[in-house]
Each structure stands twice: as C-alpha cells, then as structure tokens.
C-alpha cells in the first residue's frame, strides 16, 4: 500500500475534535463466560459496549469501551460520565493527530494515583482518535504507524466451563471451528477442580498450545502448587496468578515457578512493566489495549517489554470487533504471532458493523487493510441499539408500617 501523500497527511494536520458522542449499546450474547472475578457475558442477556464516535472536519472516528466490572472497577455507566462529563470536554479543539498531548490531557483530567486512572474509558477515545488518523488519510493503522509484521493472528479459543465434561465438549467446539490453540480460566473452584479443568483440556487437545489465566485469584503458595501442575501439563504460560499489587509475591513466584508467569492486569501503564523488568519479576508482558488506556500506551509498553527483552503475548476484554481490530493492529505492529486471547467473537455479534470488518477463519484473524481500525459502523444501527444507561429508575415507595 502506498505512502500516504502530503495532501492527506496535510489534511490531517488541520483537523481538530469538534465533537465526541458515547453510544451504549447492547450486543446478543452468543455463550456464557465466567472468570475468577464473577460473570462477563451471559446468554439470554444482551452485553453492553460503550461506543464513542468521534467528529473533526467532517472525519468520523470510532472506538470502544469494554465495562467489565468483574475484570476491574469501570462500569458502564462510570465511563459513559467520564467520558461524556470530563475526558471528552478536555480534548474539544485539540488536533486530532495529536495522540500523545491528548494523553497527557487525560492524566491531567482524571489523574493515574497508583493505577493509570479510568483506562478503559480513555482507551475508547484514543482508538476512535487513531480510526479517525487513519481514515483522514486513507490508510490503515499500521501504515499509519510505519509498523506491520504479520497479517493473520492465531486466536486461542476460551475455556470456561465448571465440569471437566463441559471442558471437554467446548475444546470440542472449538476444534470444530477451526482453534488449535486454547487458553483456560481457572480460579473459578478449588485447586484441585482448577487442575482438573487443565487436565481436561490436554486430554482433549493433547497437542494443543495451551495456557492458562487465573485473574488474581492465587496467592503464592497456592500459585506455586499450581505451577508445578502445570508443567507437567505442558502449559504454555501462568497469566496473572496473584493480585496485581503483589509485586513481592509476583518475584518470588517467577524465581520459583517451572512454567514461565505472564503479567496483565499489572501493567496498566509501561511504567508498571519498568518496575517488574527492574526487579525481575516478568517473564511475559500481556499487551492489552483498553487495560492500557488505548493504543498510544499500549505501543509504548509492548516497545518497552520488546527493549527489555520481554516476551509479549496478547489479550482483549471481550470485545466487539472495533475493539477487536485495535487490538490486532497493536499486536501485527509487533509481532505477536502466538494464539492470542481476543474472545469476542466466541461470545457476543458485533450488531453494529455494517461492510467491512474482521475477518476470522480456521481460527485466525486477519488483520484489517481498510482505513484506520478497518471497520465500516453502521450509525443507524447503533442507535438503533443504544440505551440510555444513566436514566434515573423511579424511586421505591416503601409503604409504612401499619399503625403509623
């Protein structure tokens, strides 16, 4: 694909945010999933996305927002108001291209503390800021960026099930579609039923790449004990098997543990990857887009893990496919051809695409050639989708007690 040219990237230069506009929307639920924390998706019940459309010189952006209250502590509708009363006022006539100003706009607006402070509502407007870049001038994210390594990723189909016979009937579904690798949620039952779950898996796919993600529900003891299960189970990696605060417990446990330990929740910010580098205590650094505030951070971190000499594997928040895409963009710019966790087309239909999008087969994405994400949005759609999240319910009327 061709350069793009000094009249379009002058077109961008004279772009500024006119406007940003969230769209809670609720896609079908395809299969229920569950993770250590609690529930993220259940059938029979819509999920909900914060979409956010953004507006500079006729350009339109799109991006997306993952609320997963079990995952951390955003919700749907503390980013709709973070978005909506704070991020988005700050950033009315900056320059659009201007990605890394506005992100220190965003830590000015809603500071980091000890975390990087609201990333998943932050990460909506940077992705959709990136969509808009990338269509001002026509070219897709990774030319965009001057980065693009591969151009199909492998997807590792999720494991979530409560029996070691559902375990077995998902990689079962999973190989019929075309997934040869699978990651597994354990920390939903007692050590032992979590190993089982494991063993599960390998008997069912014994030459599967296989790995396996706790969400912080071990602590290092127990990790421990877990960890020498797994080698013998050939498990590829151990994501996040203690808090993410632990940052003692974490290096004890990667001197300590046969299989090597991959960092998500942890790294917010590439700040937070500096300090487990500096003490030793990463062996792989999982790129994460909303996790990290959007695609600006995310690129400075997985540069950061690639300097470091730290492997990087890749993982989503169950997103529809504009957060979907972001992703595969990120992680085709560095390479990351491993199976990934980019789940959500295994558990909710992205209703609002209309033409282009991601496409998967024989479990693999290809990573998008269209303009910016690659994703064309159907507007209509998304309103026709969107619910109104901040409407105040009535108020109960307690009835008095009898004798008053």
């Not at 870049?133 to 591969?150: D, E, F, K, N, S």
């Not at 797994?230 to 151990?238: C, G, K, M, T, Y």
């Not at 990120?330 to 991601?358: C, K, M």
């Not at 026709?384 to 105040?392: E, F, G, M």
Request: glycine letters at 10%.
């Amino acid at each position: 694909m061709p350069t793009p040219g000094p009249e379009r990237t002058g077109a961008l230069n004279g772009l500024v945010v006119e406007r940003v506009e969230t769209f809670v929307v609720e896609l079908p639920t395809i299969r229920s999933f569950e993770i250590a924390g609690g529930t993220v998706a259940t059938v029979g019940q819509p999920s909900r996305r914060v979409l956010v459309k953004v507006t500079a010189g006729g350009v339109v952006g799109w991006g997306e927002a993952t609320p997963t209250p079990s995952w951390t502590y955003e919700t749907t509708e503390s980013i709709v108001t973070t978005i909506d009363r704070y991020l988005a006022p700050a950033v009315l006539g900056a320059p659009a291209w201007n990605l890394d100003a506005i992100t220190a706009t965003f830590d000015r607006v809603i500071n980091r503390g000890f975390t990087i402070g609201a990333p998943i509502a932050k990460s909506a407007i940077d992705i959709a800021l990136h969509d808009l870049a990338g269509r001002a001038i026509g070219v897709p994210l990774g030319v965009l960026w001057g980065q693009r390594r591969v151009g199909r990723i492998p997807l590792g189909w999720i494991i979530s099930a409560k029996t070691p016979e559902a375990v077995a009937d998902s990689v079962t579904e999973g190989h019929a579609l075309g997934y040869t690798a699978f990651k597994v949620k354990i920390g939903l039952a007692e050590i032992d039923q979590d190993l089982a779950f494991v063993e599960a898996v390998r008997r069912a796919a014994p030459k599967a790449a296989i790995w396996v993600d706790a969400n912080q529900a071990y602590q290092v003891d127990q990790a421990l004990q877990v960890a020498r299960r797994l080698a013998e189970l050939d498990v590829a990696a151990f994501e996040q098997p203690l808090p993410a605060n632990q940052i003692a417990g974490l290096q004890r446990l990667r001197d300590h543990s046969p299989v090597p330990v991959a960092l998500d929740e942890s790294l917010r910010h590439p700040s937070d990857l500096a300090t487990f580098v500096r003490l030793n205590a990463v062996d792989v650094a999982i790129a994460k887009v909303q996790r990290s505030g959007g695609l600006t951070l995310s690129r400075r971190m997985c540069a950061l893990a690639e300097d470091s000499g730290v492997r990087l594997m890749g993982s989503g928040l169950t997103d529809s496919d504009l957060g979907f895409a972001a992703s595969l963009h990120l992680f085709s710019a560095f390479g990351i051809d491993t199976p990934v966790d980019l789940n959500g087309r295994q558990f909710i239909e992205s209703a609002y695409v209309g033409g282009h999008t991601v496409e998967v087969r024989d479990g693999e994405a290809a990573v998008p050639t269209g303009p910016g994400l690659g994703v064309d949005v159907d507007e209509a759609a998304v309103r026709a989708l969107a619910v109104d999240v901040l409407r105040a319910d009535p108020p109960v009327r307690i009835p008095p007690k009898s004798g008053r």
